[in-house]
């Protein structure tokens, strides 16, 4: 290049992290994944942890059958995060892991890893999650109550504020948010009651001076959820700066620019991939990108994309590299990153993101008057409304008032040459990978110096019972050989644990029920079948098996359900078999369904088959939901199940009169007639 040349290349800002988030079977499996996606050019990591790992079980708990190495990669000890970093110098890495209720574990183990490695654990960067408030609202993997969920999160800020100073200590997450169903009002609301929650308590908790609080809102980090009304979410994105800026300001008095700016990371939209024509996803995943990057001035830290088959069962390399490209195309490629903000000045954008932050503000205010985050996830109000605005969002796409290409409009297709070999279209779990990890913890159980875990654990609880700050006990437990499952144990012998509200029974009824409707319709069926069997009310139970806290489905499975005419019978997430069975004959319930996403369906649905069998309940319909592939939904109808659904059955009305079919046909009732 002449120097001509060079004078007038344009300057490009840096690109974003990029990133993908993955691990899966085990801790070599997932080193080796993670070594050859940074070889193509991926610059962060982002780990994913399995559902034992992220709720604290060992992978021998009852809970953990059929989940291990499913949606993440399995960490029971210190053992297996050395083998997972093997060959990553975590000195030189920016680390995302992606952990809420077992984060203070997770970090101390990598921690640990960082200085066997010779590392200078000063210069670690990356991010630990640790939100657990959107635990109780959307994902499901909270473990402890709020009040001493909320002292681990308080404990770790201030322990890496003075120990890991470049890390950032919790994530707080409105990703999920918006999975649940939140609107953009209500994600920017939520996720900054959590920020609020969590400063007021590291400053009330002594443990940090106040001059030292700038430090603090500096390493707070944002996940966010971008959907494909990428104008609105790029305005979202604003607003969230713009609040951020004023409550650190006017609530903290962080005098330092640089201290407020907002920092986020972003994975785009999962909950709009379809498994109906999933060619479509691909574009919905770059027009979501644009949200998060089109702005330099709400520009993402960090980016990661799902692959186009989410929705039918787990990624395999190739597609999780397909969407690492895409990120590179737009960085490298485009003349984005050459450009001032392109929205400055825009009278629309201006309006559309001051819209936000007065109705967002106004939300804060009233979560504030409840006493704040934690008190309203107590209460159940911020559940309800997630619930709510789910339920409302699924009524606009099967009345075709929000239209949803291949879903609802525009379905006829060709032959689609990337699903023609669904067993090939996405990655299969080893089914051999549990008993493999199984077999691996115990024999590390039996290899460590037992003494020095049981004191580890006892100072653990010690400290938990007074007041201390838990991250030099926990420490202490990794260090010894301790496994997550007894970490978590530990604290659970001290704070007990805790069953957050479902928002079922509080939600109102979605959709509108007159007479000529597809709902009144259903509930003309629910009430004769009630009448043809002799029970006031048909009853129904949503039950969630295993470890999957993606309650979403079923939880508005189980308000269709009750708004239809049955008494519904939803006890949340987390249940074994047993239990679920054991509920099913207490309540004598007419039907069962099983909503699992994690994977585990192929174990645990014939196991609450089995267990209804030995009951002399085998004329009770099961019906599966989930992210469940075709091949698993032939054995599991094979298996006895009556119907299965999976994310391209978006009519949940039209569901809700399956199931009453199946209970009919159970029970040798003569099919209803349909009115023409």
Same mark, same amino acid.
């Given at each position: 290049?002449? +120097?001509?040349?060079?004078?007038?290349?344009?300057?490009?800002?840096?690109? /974003?992290?990029?990133?993908?988030?993955?691990?899966?079977?085990?801790?070599?499996?997932?080193?080796?994944?993670?070594?050859?996606?940074?070889?193509?050019?991926?610059t962060?990591?982002?780990?994913?942890?399995?559902?034992?790992?992220?709720? %604290?079980?060992?992978?021998?708990?009852?809970? $953990?059958?059929?989940?291990?190495?499913?949606?993440?990669?399995?960490?029971?000890?210190?053992?297996?995060?050395?083998?997972?970093?093997?060959?990553?110098?975590?000195?030189?890495?920016?680390?995302?892991?992606? !952990? *809420?209720a077992?984060?203070?574990?997770?970090?101390?183990?990598?921690?640990?890893?960082?200085?066997?490695?010779?590392?200078?654990?000063?210069?670690?960067?990356?991010?630990?999650?640790?939100?657990i408030?959107?635990?109780?609202?959307?994902?499901?993997?909270?473990?402890?109550?709020?009040?001493?969920?909320?002292?681990?999160t308080?404990?770790?800020?201030?322990?890496?504020?003075?120990?890991?100073?470049?890390?950032?200590?919790?994530? !707080?997450?409105?990703?999920?948010?918006?999975? $649940?169903?939140?609107?953009?009002?209500?994600?920017?609301?939520?996720?900054?009651?959590?920020? !609020?929650?969590?400063?007021?308590?590291?400053?009330?908790?002594?443990?940090?001076?106040?001059?030292?609080?700038?430090?603090?809102?500096?390493?707070?980090?944002?996940?966010?959820?971008? %959907?494909?009304?990428?104008?609105?979410?790029?305005?979202?994105?604003?607003?969230? =700066?713009?609040? /951020?800026?004023?409550?650190?300001?006017?609530?903290? =008095?962080? +005098?330092?620019?640089?201290?407020?700016?907002?920092?986020?990371?972003?994975?785009?939209?999962?909950?709009?991939?379809?498994?109906?024509?999933? +060619?479509? *996803?691909?574009?919905?995943?770059?027009l979501?990108?644009?949200?998060?990057?089109?702005?330099?001035?709400?520009?993402?830290r960090?980016?990661?994309?799902?692959?186009?088959?989410?929705?039918?069962?787990?990624?395999?390399?190739?597609?999780?590299?397909?969407?690492?490209?895409?990120?590179?195309?737009?960085?490298?490629?485009?003349?984005?990153?050459?450009?001032?903000?392109?929205? #400055?000045?825009?009278?629309?954008i201006?309006?559309?993101?001051?819209?936000?932050?007065?109705?967002?503000?106004?939300?804060?205010?009233?979560?504030?008057e409840?006493g =704040?985050?934690?008190?309203?996830?107590?209460?159940?109000?911020?559940?309800?409304?997630?619930?709510?605005?789910?339920?409302?969002?699924?009524?606009?796409?099967?009345?075709?008032?929000?239209?949803?290409?291949?879903?609802?409009?525009?379905?006829?297709?060709?032959?689609?040459?990337?699903?023609?070999?669904?067993?090939?279209?996405?990655?299969?779990?080893?089914?051999?990978?549990? #008993?493999?990890?199984?077999?691996?913890?115990?024999? /590390?159980?039996?290899?460590?110096?037992?003494?020095?875990?049981?004191?580890?654990?006892?100072?653990?609880?010690?400290?938990?019972a007074?007041?201390?700050?838990?991250?030099?006990?926990?420490?202490?437990?990794?260090?010894?050989?301790?496994?997550?499952?007894?970490?978590?144990?530990?604290?659970?012998?001290v704070?007990?644990?805790?069953?957050?509200?479902?928002?079922?029974?509080?939600?109102?009824? $979605?959709?509108?029920?007159?007479?000529?409707?597809?709902?009144?319709?259903?509930?003309?069926?629910?009430?004769?079948?009630?009448?043809?069997?002799?029970?006031?009310?048909?009853?129904?139970?949503?039950?969630?098996?295993?470890?999957?806290?993606?309650?979403?489905?079923?939880?508005? !499975?189980?308000v269709?359900?009750?708004?239809?005419?049955?008494?519904?019978?939803?006890q949340?997430?987390?249940?074994?078999?047993?239990?679920?069975?054991?509920?099913a004959?207490?309540?004598?319930?007419?039907?069962? %369904?099983?909503?699992?996403?994690?994977?585990?369906?192929?174990?645990?649905?014939?196991?609450?088959?089995?267990?209804?069998?030995?009951?002399?309940?085998?004329?009770?319909?099961?019906?599966?939901?989930?992210?469940?592939?075709?091949?698993?939904?032939?054995?599991?109808?094979?298996?006895?199940?009556?119907?299965?659904?999976?994310?391209?059955?978006?009519?949940?009305?039209?569901?809700?009169?399956?199931?009453?079919?199946?209970?009919?046909?159970?029970?040798?009732?003569?099919?209803?007639?349909?009115?023409?």
């Amino acid at each position: 290049m002449t +120097e001509r040349q060079a004078q007038e290349a344009p300057v490009k800002d840096r690109p /974003w992290l990029m990133r993908t988030y993955a691990g899966h079977s085990t801790a070599e499996a997932s080193n080796e994944l993670y070594r050859r996606n940074l070889a193509k050019g991926q610059t962060g990591l982002s780990v994913a942890f399995d559902l034992p790992t992220q709720t %604290g079980y060992d992978p021998d708990h009852i809970l $953990a059958r059929g989940e291990v190495g499913r949606v993440g990669v399995p960490v029971s000890h210190l053992g297996d995060m050395r083998r997972l970093f093997q060959d990553i110098p975590l000195d030189q890495m920016n680390t995302s892991m992606t !952990i *809420n209720a077992t984060a203070m574990w997770l970090l101390a183990l990598y921690q640990v890893v960082a200085e066997e490695q010779g590392a200078d654990i000063t210069k670690l960067q990356g991010t630990t999650q640790n939100d657990i408030v959107k635990e109780y609202l959307s994902r499901g993997t909270h473990v402890f109550p709020p009040g001493p969920s909320l002292r681990l999160t308080t404990d770790m800020i201030a322990y890496t504020v003075s120990h890991i100073p470049k890390w950032n200590p919790i994530n !707080i997450c409105s990703y999920h948010l918006q999975e $649940a169903g939140a609107t953009p009002v209500q994600e920017i609301a939520y996720a900054m009651s959590t920020a !609020i929650a969590v400063l007021d308590a590291v400053r009330d908790s002594g443990q940090v001076p106040q001059e030292r609080m700038g430090d603090v809102v500096a390493r707070i980090s944002f996940f966010v959820n971008a %959907g494909v009304r990428f104008i609105e979410e790029m305005c979202k994105m604003r607003a969230f =700066g713009r609040i /951020w800026d004023k409550i650190t300001r006017e609530r903290y =008095g962080i +005098e330092n620019p640089k201290h407020r700016r907002f920092r986020y990371g972003v994975q785009v939209n999962s909950l709009g991939l379809t498994e109906a024509q999933p +060619e479509n *996803n691909v574009q919905r995943i770059v027009l979501e990108m644009l949200a998060v990057t089109l702005s330099k001035d709400a520009r993402a830290r960090a980016v990661q994309l799902p692959a186009w088959n989410e929705a039918l069962g787990l990624p395999r390399p190739w597609d999780q590299q397909w969407s690492l490209r895409i990120q590179q195309v737009l960085a490298h490629e485009s003349d984005l990153l050459e450009y001032e903000d392109i929205f #400055d000045g825009s009278h629309v954008i201006e309006a559309k993101v001051a819209a936000l932050v007065e109705e967002s503000l106004a939300e804060i205010d009233r979560i504030q008057e409840m006493g =704040g985050a934690m008190a309203a996830v107590e209460s159940g109000y911020l559940k309800s409304q997630l619930v709510t605005s789910h339920a409302e969002r699924r009524a606009r796409i099967e009345s075709g008032r929000e239209k949803i290409v291949g879903v609802n409009i525009y379905e006829t297709t060709e032959p689609n040459p990337l699903t023609a070999d669904l067993d090939t279209a996405i990655h299969t779990a080893d089914p051999t990978v549990e #008993d493999r990890v199984v077999r691996a913890l115990r024999e /590390w159980r039996d290899a460590r110096q037992e003494p020095g875990a049981r004191k580890a654990l006892e100072r653990l609880k010690e400290t938990a019972a007074g007041a201390g700050n838990l991250m030099e006990a926990t420490l202490e437990c990794a260090r010894a050989g301790v496994t997550t499952g007894e970490w978590a144990g530990a604290l659970r012998e001290v704070f007990g644990e805790y069953r957050a509200p479902t928002g079922v029974s509080s939600a109102p009824v $979605a959709i509108a029920g007159q007479e000529g409707t597809a709902l009144a319709e259903v509930r003309r069926r629910v009430d004769a079948t009630a009448r043809d069997l002799g029970v006031g009310k048909l009853r129904f139970l949503v039950g969630k098996p295993g470890l999957d806290g993606h309650s979403n489905g079923a939880e508005q !499975i189980a308000v269709r359900a009750r708004d239809a005419g049955f008494e519904v019978v939803y006890q949340g997430i987390r249940l074994t078999p047993e239990q679920i069975v054991d509920a099913a004959l207490a309540e004598d319930v007419h039907a069962v %369904g099983l909503s699992i996403l994690s994977g585990s369906h192929a174990q645990l649905v014939p196991d609450v088959l089995e267990r209804l069998r030995e009951a002399g309940a085998a004329d009770i319909p099961v019906i599966a939901g989930g992210i469940i592939p075709n091949g698993d939904a032939d054995q599991l109808r094979a298996a006895g199940v009556a119907a299965v659904f999976t994310p391209k059955d978006f009519d949940i009305t039209g569901i809700i009169g399956r199931i009453v079919d199946e209970i009919r046909k159970a029970n040798k009732l003569d099919p209803l007639e349909v009115p023409a």
